[in-house]
């Protein structure tokens, strides 16, 4: 069987955790035990989120002064690099005997996406309010409200297509686990300047995780989508009175409910794109679980019916 995992930013770091490179592979050591259960006689491809890590490398980059501040595309690529190394390091130790390849992906995306103009998507670590006031003077970043707190937002375009997609699958089918489209992937689009026709270059924004999972998966023609995070599945009416784990759950329900936008509702957008596309399943779980929500005992389990 072919699956795409997605896992989010709890893999690496737990909520309030300081962004230390020891916390990350803890963590991480523990997220590979499940994960590799589920790895065992399958294709496998990893994608891995990477906001607070590419907030860490903005802020980092910041506090030089003597030159400009990368560019949110670079930094995505140093995130693919490090979570990559990572992610490999501990699968390494789980499944010693596969290979693990992690491969920095470019994710192409329309330069006229109305989403550069609505930053939405959260990166970095959480800021109070005197803390935003006194990163306005010196950066020119927009921010929203996480709860209580404040977190940079930045672009999110759609994903279009993913550059090293040939590559991935022959890794895959050489049975390979392959690491790849960290953070949705590093955005990039597509210019045709003379003589350089088909020339890619970088740009401001992140590409939602789930969304170029899904992405990935669709072109990929996996026969499943899982993606593993912090919460059990997904939930009616969260954090209501009529809070409810769904189970087993169709496209269309889905449809037909509405979700958090930066949290589930991406989730919810994937699975259902994926599901749809290709008539294939998804399993939305936690990630200390990952083995019983690929077996389908636990999670929310998407169809088309």
């Known amino acids: 069987m072919r699956i795409v995992i997605a896992i989010g930013g709890n893999a690496l770091l737990k909520r309030g955790e300081p962004l230390t490179a020891e916390n990350q ?3 991480m050591a523990m ?38 501040l990368y560019p949110l595309d670079v930094l995505g690529a140093e995130s693919q690099g490090m979570i990559g190394y990572v992610i490999a390091q501990a699968m390494r130790a789980e499944i010693p ?7 920095v992906t470019r994710t192409i995306v329309d330069g ?14 959480i800021y109070t309010a005197a803390e935003v006031a006194e990163l306005s003077l010196t ?10 707190h404040m977190r940079r937002v930045v672009p999110s375009p759609e994903p279009a297509e993913i550059v090293e ?19 949705g992937g590093i955005p990039v689009v597509q210019v045709e300047p003379t003589g350089h026709k088909g020339k890619l270059v970088g ?11 899904a992405l990935l998966a669709t072109r990929l023609a996996a026969d499943r989508l899982i993606i593993l995070t912090d919460v059990d599945g997904v939930f009616a009416d969260w954090g209501g009175p009529a809070q409810n784990l769904l189970g087993k759950v169709s496209v269309a329900e889905l449809r037909a409910l509405s979700f958090a936008e930066g949290s589930m509702a991406p989730k919810v957008e994937a699975a259902c794109r994926f599901a749809t596309e290709t008539g294939n399943p998804v399993a939305i779980g936690n990630l200390q679980t990952a083995a019983a929500v690929m077996a389908g005992s636990a999670g929310t389990q998407i169809g088309l019916t």
């Open 25 to 27: 592979a803890r963590n």
């Open 97 to 103: 005997a596969r290979e693990i390849v992690s491969i």
């Open 165 to 183: 997609l040939a590559a991935i699958e022959r890794l895959m089918a050489a049975d390979v686990l392959t690491i790849c489209a960290g953070g």
């Open 139 to 148: 950066c020119d970043w927009a921010f929203a409200a996480d709860g209580n």
């Open 112 to 125: 006229h996406d109305p989403a550069f103009d609505r930053p939405t998507k959260p990166i970095g670590p």
């Open 31 to 68: 997220s590979a035990v499940g994960l590799a259960q589920i790895c065992k006689g399958h294709q496998v491809a990893i994608v891995h989120g990477n906001g607070p890590q590419v907030g860490l490398l903005a802020l980092q980059s910041s506090a030089y002064k003597a030159t400009k």
């Open 203 to 213: 740009v401001e924004a992140v590409i939602d995780k789930d969304l170029g999972a």
